[in-house]
C-alpha cells in the first residue's frame, strides 16, 4: 500500500465527497466512442469561463487536420456568472466532447453541498481564504446559471479513455482516484511516496498517459516502466488563465501523431512517434480583463482570487513545466 502524503480535512472545499472517487482501474478499457484512431487529440481543462479563450482554442482546433478530437475535461465553466455569457460557453464546449469538474459537478447537483463546497479539494498548501472564496464563488455562479443548463451537466462523464496513433490516453479532470484528486499537481509529483503510487496507477490503467487538468499550473512528467516506453502525466494547468509569470496565454494540451505547425507551443516531449505538447490560447489581455471585470468587479471574491493572476500569470516559470 503505498502512503498519501496528504493531510485529509473534511472541511467544505477541502473535502472530497465519495462521489467523486473511482478505482484506476476504470481505464483499463477500449477507447471510448468517437476517441479511438485518432491523429489528433486536444485536451482543454479550466476553461473557467473564458470566452476569449474560449473562441481562440475553436479556432486553433479548426487548423487541424485528419481524424481529430477536442476534450474539456471539466471546470468550463467558473467566471461566467452573466447567464448570457454561461450559456454560450456551455453551448460552444458540449458541441465537441466533455467531461466535468468538480465544477460542473457541484452546478449539477440539484441542492448544494454544503461539506463539498466548491468540490475542490484543496490540499492544505492552499491558504484558507483562498478556499472560502472559492465556495463563494461556486455559490454565486449556482445561483446565477440557467437551471436547465445546469441539469445537463449531471450526464457528463468522470472520465474517459482515447488512443492517438496506438497511444492510450486515460482523460481525467483530477488525478487517477478522484475527480477532484490533486496526485497530478507538480508539488505532489515532487514527492517520492507520489511517484510510487502514480507508478502503480499506470500499471492498473493499463494506459500510456494521463491527461488532466484541476491543480491550475501546468506540469508534463515521464515515469520509467519496464518495458522501456516512458508513460506521462500531462496537465495542462488552465486553458482560460495565464499559467507562466510573464506570460498571459492558457494552455491546451495536444497529443498528435503530427508535430506541431505554428509559434504556439510552449514545451513538450515525444513519445515514440507521438508528440506531447502544450499549446498556448493567445488571447487579447484587454478583452479578457474587462469581460472578467463586468461580471467580478473589484471587491469581489474571484477578483480577490485571480485578478493578479489574470494580470502578471502565477509565480510560476516556464522552465519549472517540463519533467523527464
Not at 1 to 28: N, Q, W
Not at 93 to 98: E, F, G, N, R, S
Not at 207 to 230: K, N, S
Request: contains cysteine.
Amino acid at each position: 500500500m503505498i502512503k498519501t502524503s496528504r493531510v485529509f480535512d473534511e472541511s467544505p472545499g477541502r473535502s472530497c465527497p465519495l462521489h467523486y472517487r473511482y478505482s484506476p482501474g476504470v481505464f483499463a478499457r477500449r477507447a471510448d466512442a468517437g476517441l479511438s484512431g485518432l491523429e489528433t487529440l486536444y485536451v482543454a481543462g479550466g476553461l473557467y469561463g473564458n470566452e476569449h479563450a474560449l473562441e481562440a482554442l475553436l479556432r486553433l482546433f479548426e487548423r487541424e487536420r485528419g481524424h481529430a478530437a477536442l476534450v474539456f475535461n471539466g471546470d468550463f465553466h467558473w467566471f461566467d456568472t452573466d447567464p448570457r455569457v454561461f450559456e454560450r460557453v456551455q453551448r460552444a464546449v458540449l458541441a465537441h466532447v466533455a467531461i466535468r469538474g468538480n465544477v460542473e459537478t457541484e452546478l449539477a447537483s440539484e441542492t448544494a453541498d454544503e461539506q463539498a463546497g466548491c468540490g475542490c479539494a484543496y490540499p492544505a498548501w492552499v491558504d484558507g481564504r483562498t478556499v472560502a472564496r472559492s465556495n463563494r464563488i461556486l455559490s454565486r455562479l449556482r445561483a446565477s446559471a440557467p437551471s436547465p443548463l445546469r441539469a445537463r451537466l449531471a450526464g457528463l462523464p468522470m472520465h474517459l479513455r482515447a488512443e492517438v496513433g496506438g497511444m492510450q490516453v486515460a482523460i481525467v479532470h483530477g488525478d487517477a482516484a478522484s475527480l477532484a484528486g490533486w496526485s497530478f499537481s507538480q508539488e505532489e509529483m515532487r514527492a517520492r511516496d507520489g511517484q510510487a503510487r502514480i507508478a502503480e496507477w499506470f500499471e492498473t490503467a493499463r494506459v500510456d498517459a494521463f491527461a488532466c487538468t484541476h491543480t491550475c499550473l501546468p506540469i508534463y512528467q515521464r515515469f520509467a516502466a519496464d518495458d522501456g516506453l516512458e508513460r506521462w502525466v500531462l496537465n495542462n494547468g488552465a486553458a482560460g488563465m495565464p499559467n507562466f509569470r510573464g506570460d498571459l496565454a492558457g494552455l491546451v494540451t495536444r497529443v498528435s501523431v503530427r508535430p506541431f505547425e505554428g509559434r504556439g507551443r510552449r514545451f513538450g516531449a515525444r513519445r515514440g512517434d507521438i508528440h506531447m505538447d502544450a499549446i498556448a490560447i493567445e488571447t487579447n489581455a484587454d478583452a479578457v480583463m474587462r469581460a472578467f471585470l463586468a461580471q467580478w468587479p473589484e471587491g469581489s471574491d474571484a477578483h480577490a482570487s485571480y485578478h493578479a493572476r489574470l494580470t502578471h500569470g502565477p509565480d510560476y516559470a516556464l522552465s519549472q513545466a517540463m519533467r523527464l
